[in-house]
């Protein structure tokens, strides 16, 4: 076969595999937890491919290993400092506060927008219940977090979304990852 029909039969085999790697949809949202007291800090971030906005996030802390709640009110479940939830900074849009009540252990953000590229960052005062803890009730420390489970709905606003979980690791971190539906 000469070269120029050789080449553009190669071409010909190779577009639509080059085609496909880059339409590759992904979703892809991460979760890191600091510790910072009196406020402890959560931010998460839409790496995602394009038209996979965050509908919902779910944080539930009762099978992290610090047995995790949150401490919203003076005198209440917590011990010593308390704070209620706050917005800190980003660029997604709540479709409202959530209902964070004393001694909860789980928090459900409802998002108006979460787009691809986008990140939501909050704070609030978050107590173990552990007897021995290495810094005491008020302070997560180490891998206290580890084992709270991440709930992330993506997917067009007005659809019923698709739902992915992941569990935080030792390092206070955790990723969902999956190809687009």
């Known amino acids: 076969m000469p070269a120029p029909k050789l080449l553009f039969a190669l071409l010909a085999a190779v577009s ?3 085609v496909a790697a880059q339409s590759t949809c992904t979703v892809d949202v991460s979760f890191a937890f600091t510790e910072c007291a ?3 800090r959560f931010e998460f971030r839409n790496a995602s491919s394009a038209g996979q906005p965050i509908q919902r996030l779910r ?20 011990v010593d400092v308390f704070q209620p939830f706050q917005v800190d900074s980003g660029d997604a849009r709540l479709a409202a506060d959530p209902a964070v009540k004393d001694g909860d252990d789980r928090v ?5 927008r979460f787009e691809p590229g986008q990140r939501f960052q909050f ?6 219940r552990l007897g021995d ?3 005491g009730p008020t302070r997560v420390s180490g891998r206290e977090m580890e084992g709270a489970v991440l709930t992330v ?6 659809s019923a979304g698709r739902e ?3 569990r935080v690791d030792g390092a206070n971190r955790a990723r969902v990852q999956a190809p687009c539906a």
């Open 123 to 128: 704070s609030i005062d978050v107590d173990d």
């Open 38 to 40: 009196p406020r402890d």
């Open 16 to 18: 639509p595999l080059l």
């Open 133 to 135: 803890s290495d810094m």
């Open 164 to 166: 992915l979980q992941a």
């Open 153 to 158: 709905v993506v997917g067009p606003a007005g």
């Open 108 to 112: 459900e953000l409802v998002f108006q």
């Open 59 to 78: 944080l539930e802390l009762a099978r992290s290993a610090g047995r995790l709640y949150f401490d919203t009110e003076q005198g209440g479940a917590g």
